[in-house]
């Protein structure tokens, strides 16, 4: 058996302080690499600005589209409450110290009943932002302020609804608390079904070429409906 020296050479030594110093510098240059595939499509694929608003009747349309969205959502609670018999009321609820009102279905005969009241709003926007997202991916170029106005009821009042599931508040009769008893699931369960739309649908609007965005986005929709079916 040949018998090595407990000694190294001063090239052996020098060699191997160069092998430690490649190996603590590759995962910051894996990192740079990375950094620079992730910056460099933005960079490549960078669009215009959003479209001005010059207009004081630009606004008033932005409201429009806002209250338009607030109209299809209400409209289709009742839409659902009246083909399955539920005889809504209107009764007074608070979140906090602000007071305010909900449509309280007084006839219920089964949970997918209560779930596909309680969601009925929720799939009518998911609808109408995919039409309009896919209609128009470039909205944000585009100076049509009735469907932005519509889009941004969309996701701010599906994260809204989200904050509440994921915080636990509001009252009883909520969409979210009520389609959270419906499914036996609790309200944060509810409130990421509601945020993933409404992330990917903002990051759709400023990214309109996203490719993994419009499909997750359509997975999370999809998903809202399917549970009305699961019963």
């Not at 050479?9 to 092998?19: D, F, I, K, N, Y």
């Not at 039409?131 to 469907?147: Q, V, Y």
């Not at 944060?188 to 945020?195: H, N, P, Q, R």
Request: glycine residues 10%; aromatic residues 10%; charged residues 15%.
């Amino acid at each position: 058996m040949v018998q090595t020296s407990g000694f190294m050479s001063r090239e052996q030594a020098q060699l191997g302080v160069e092998s430690r110093l490649a190996q603590r510098k590759g995962p910051r240059g894996v990192l740079v690499v990375l950094l620079l595939l992730l910056l460099l499509p933005r960079t490549a694929h960078a669009k215009p600005g959003e479209a001005d608003f010059r207009r004081f009747t630009d606004y008033v349309w932005l409201l429009l589209g806002a209250g338009a969205g607030l109209a299809l959502h209400e409209g289709s609670h009742l839409l659902f409450d009246v083909a399955s018999d539920a005889r809504p009321t209107v009764v007074g609820v608070s979140l906090g110290p602000f007071p305010f009102f909900a449509i309280q279905p007084t006839n219920i005969q089964s949970n997918q009943q209560r779930y596909a009241i309680a969601q009925a709003g929720f799939l009518m926007q998911n609808i109408y932002s995919e039409l309009i997202l896919r209609i128009d991916p470039h909205l944000r170029e585009h100076h049509r302020p009735l469907l932005k106005g519509m889009l941004a009821f969309h996701v701010l009042l599906s994260a809204g609804y989200a904050v509440t599931g994921f915080a636990g508040i509001g009252p009883a009769q909520s969409d979210v608390n009520t389609a959270a008893r419906a499914l036996g699931v609790p309200p944060w369960a509810i409130g990421t079904m509601l945020l993933v739309p409404a992330v990917c649908d903002t990051y759709r609007y400023f990214v309109p070429d996203s490719r993994w965005a419009p499909w997750v986005s359509l997975s999370g929709k999809l998903t809202m409906l399917g549970a009305t079916l699961a019963f």
